[in-house]
């Protein structure tokens, strides 16, 4: 059997660490004995693989899937998927969820005391060009309480989740917002050891696609791998 060509692993201090004290649940989640590479398998490399008629065309439109406008300040949510040479990466899968703009997700084990939204359900997805191009028009999500330790607060943040060819390659990450001064007090965002690679997670704001009397633009390019790889969560 021919051997397979693998991913690039990420670069060193680029990418969350599995403890990190502070954090709560990586103490109960984290390995215990030193990890094991494992080489990677056809299947994992190329499929099995999703079904691009199954995105509909008003899927990245977070503010019309009910029969009201959401409350809260609208945003729209644009980048690029790129590889670790600025190569677009197109038709990549790309799911998105968020709390509302109370910071309450809609979801049965959030028990924040905050307003649910009948017009927001908070989940999305679309398909990156052919330039590795992606665009949501969203809600601006709100701070959240989640008991990590005293009177914690998560910052504003977005998930997003990116296929790769297989189901196999799937990457999670969070985006976060500029300027938002929760970020030094949050022990998810402090888990990623280098402070560089931690500004990764910040969009930038964005005047090009900011829609006069409806929308502020931001964007947040995600780059795969490699020394500049966006931080991923593990």
Avoid: C
């Avoid at 729209?76 to 509302?100: A, C, K, Y």
């Avoid at 964007?219 to 966006?230: E, H, K, P, Q």
């Amino acid at each position: 059997m021919a051997e397979i060509t693998g991913y690039r692993r990420p670069h060193w201090g680029t990418q969350p660490s599995y403890l990190h004290p502070t954090y709560g649940s990586s103490q109960r989640r984290s390995p215990t004995k030193p990890l094991v590479v494992l080489p990677h398998t056809l299947s994992e490399v190329t499929g099995p693989l999703f079904g691009h008629d199954d995105v509909g065309p008003n899927d990245n439109d977070l503010t019309r899937q009910h029969a009201g406008d959401p409350i809260g300040e609208r945003m729209i949510l644009t980048g690029r998927v790129l590889d670790e040479n600025s190569r677009p990466v197109p038709f990549t899968l790309i799911e998105l969820w968020q709390s509302n703009a109370a910071g309450r997700y809609r979801h049965k084990v959030d028990q924040h005391e905050a307003p649910l939204d009948p017009n927001f359900t908070g989940g999305g997805r679309t398909l990156t060009d052919a330039d590795g191009r992606y665009r949501f028009v969203t809600i601006k999500p709100g701070a959240y309480p989640w008991r990590n330790h005293h009177n914690a607060w998560r910052p504003a943040h977005i998930h997003l989740s990116l296929f790769g060819p297989s189901f196999l390659t799937r990457l999670v990450t969070q985006m976060y917002f500029p300027g938002d001064p929760l970020l030094p007090f949050d022990p998810i965002f402090n888990a990623i050891p280098d402070p560089i690679a931690r500004d990764r997670l910040i969009a930038a704001f964005d005047w090009e696609n900011t829609t006069p009397e409806h929308a502020l633009g931001y964007r947040f390019d995600i780059v795969l791998r490699g020394r500049d790889a966006t931080p991923m969560e593990r």
